[in-house]
């Protein structure tokens, strides 16, 4: 077994992994441990480390151990939202004055966060094509601290190669962080390729059913598990029990599910790479995509999320995705229900006039599990 093999079986692990039956009662289950606070035995004295649910809550413990183990990490950490992860993170690795490189292609709430609340705080950042090696080279500085990376991105769905992006963090003195939210676990294991922690919405393919919004951490080395670790409780925006539970609940499927979405996905191309009112595709799977060679090796699969471009414009694109029927207009991702959005106008509309914004014609599908005849067919009458 190599060092960077997981020690069972990813879907054993999703619904195993800190997960044992209840001791008392043989639930299979994680029971959702709806407390605020715990009976100590004496001044001090803590049954299994619990004193405060803020702090620690078994079934946020259960999901964070199943985080660690599906990431391959040493320490996995749950919170209220991918944002409040995001900003657990920053708060802990970076300090006023410290430099961080972003992508040019980040989640919209993603750069609000860097340009309208850090910044506030004394944090600069640089924005670098993550595709391209130099030129994130070329955006490091002394006070550079951490390299941030999404991939697959949001929305335009690009690769970085995380090995390539590793070895330049780390010789410079910083740390690789990565959103690991488009691919989940199950299809890349940034850890193993050199990053230092793994950000996730779990709103999304983790949890699966549009039901529950909450984030993650997963930290490579423990002495930054605790770092994190002290900064989740002392700023407060954990997960609740829950929250946890749901999230859990979704995890158990995650490999089949995203079986499906990756199928179905590849169909959605398939049609709309043919299409007369499609003028771009955007998939890692296409051979002809930029960064289909990096995403092989670094992927199981290409995922269920697919942008495309449509001729005549913005008002065109907003025009599929209004008369999209099965295919919901909605914001977020990762469902078992088919999503359209428009970016420009929707999830991305706060980077607007900034060097991050997307195309007006771009058009967002997030593809769910439903049945894929069902899918092409209200994107053909979509598209008209």
């Given at each position: 077994m190599?060092?960077?093999?997981l020690?069972?079986?990813?879907?054993?692990l999703?619904?195993h992994?800190?997960?044992?039956?209840d001791?008392?009662?043989?639930?299979?289950?994680?029971?959702?441990?709806q407390?605020s606070?715990?009976?100590q035995?004496?001044?001090?004295?803590?049954?299994g480390?619990y004193e405060?649910?803020?702090?620690?809550?078994?079934?946020?413990?259960a999901?964070?151990?199943?985080?660690?183990?599906?990431?391959g990490?040493?320490?996995?950490l749950?919170f209220a939202?991918?944002?409040?992860?995001?900003?657990t993170?920053?708060?802990?690795?970076?300090?006023?004055?410290?430099?961080?490189?972003?992508p040019?292609?980040?989640?919209?709430g993603?750069?609000?966060?860097?340009?309208?609340?850090?910044t506030?705080?004394?944090?600069?950042?640089?924005?670098?094509?993550m595709?391209?090696?130099a030129?994130?080279?070329?955006q490091?500085?002394?006070?550079?601290?951490?390299?941030?990376v999404?991939?697959?991105?949001?929305?335009?769905?690009?690769?970085?190669?995380?090995?390539?992006l590793?070895?330049i963090?780390?010789?410079?003195?910083?740390?690789?962080?990565?959103?690991?939210?488009?691919?989940?676990?199950?299809?890349?294991?940034?850890?193993?390729?050199?990053?230092?922690?793994?950000?996730?919405?779990?709103?999304?393919?983790?949890?699966?059913?549009?039901d529950?919004?909450?984030?993650?951490?997963v930290?490579?080395?423990?002495?930054?598990?605790?770092?994190?670790?002290?900064h989740?409780?002392?700023?407060?925006?954990?997960?609740?029990?829950?929250d946890?539970?749901?999230?859990?609940?979704?995890?158990?499927?995650?490999?089949v599910?995203?079986d499906?979405?990756?199928?179905?996905?590849?169909?959605?191309v398939e049609?709309?790479?043919g299409?007369?009112?499609v003028t771009?595709?955007?998939?890692p799977?296409?051979?002809?995509h930029?960064?289909?060679?990096i995403?092989?090796?670094?992927?199981?699969a290409?995922?269920?999320?697919?942008?495309f471009?449509v001729?005549?414009g913005?008002?065109?694109?907003?025009?599929?995705?209004?008369?999209a029927?099965?295919?919901?207009?909605g914001e977020?991702?990762?469902?078992v229900?088919?999503?359209?959005?428009?970016?420009?106008r929707?999830?991305?509309?706060?980077?607007a006039?900034?060097?991050?914004?997307?195309?007006?014609?771009l058009?967002?599908?997030?593809?769910?599990?439903?049945?894929?005849d069902?899918?092409?067919?209200?994107l053909q009458?979509?598209l008209g």
């Open positions: 190599t060092e960077h093999q020690p069972q079986g990813f879907e054993t999703a619904i992994a800190g997960q044992e039956a001791p008392q009662t043989g639930a299979v289950v994680t029971p959702i441990y407390v606070t715990y009976k035995d004496g001044v001090g004295g803590l049954r480390g405060y649910s803020r702090s620690a809550n078994p079934t946020r413990t999901l964070e151990e199943c985080l660690a183990a599906l990431e990490g040493s320490r996995g749950a939202s991918g944002l409040a992860a995001e900003d993170l920053l708060r802990t690795v970076l300090k006023p004055g410290d430099h961080i490189v972003i040019n292609d980040a989640y919209g993603t750069f609000r966060l860097f340009a309208k609340v850090l506030r705080w004394g944090v600069e950042f640089s924005v670098a094509n595709q391209d090696l030129d994130v080279r070329a490091l500085r002394p006070a550079t601290r951490a390299v941030w999404e991939t697959p991105s949001n929305p335009l769905l690009g690769i970085a190669d995380l090995t390539g590793a070895e963090a780390h010789g410079a003195g910083a740390i690789l962080v990565v959103d690991n939210t488009f691919a989940s676990p199950y299809l890349q294991q940034p850890i193993a390729l050199g990053a230092d922690v793994v950000v996730h919405s779990t709103t999304k393919y983790m949890g699966g059913h549009s529950v919004v909450g984030g993650a951490l930290a490579a080395e423990a002495g930054l598990g605790e770092e994190l670790a002290y989740q409780n002392a700023m407060g925006a954990v997960s609740g029990p829950f946890a539970w749901l999230v859990m609940r979704g995890i158990k499927t995650l490999g599910r995203m499906r979405h990756s199928s179905n996905a590849e169909k959605i049609l709309l790479s299409h007369a009112k771009q595709v955007l998939y799977g296409l051979p002809e930029p960064g289909h060679d995403a092989a090796k670094q992927m199981k290409f995922g269920g999320m697919v942008s471009r001729a005549g913005e008002q065109a694109a907003v025009e599929v995705c209004n008369r029927r099965l295919f919901t207009l977020s991702l990762g469902g229900e088919s999503l359209i959005e428009h970016p420009g929707m999830t991305h509309a706060s980077v006039g900034s060097a991050l914004e997307v195309p007006a014609d058009v967002r599908v997030s593809v769910g599990i439903e049945s894929v069902d899918l092409l067919a209200d009458q979509a």
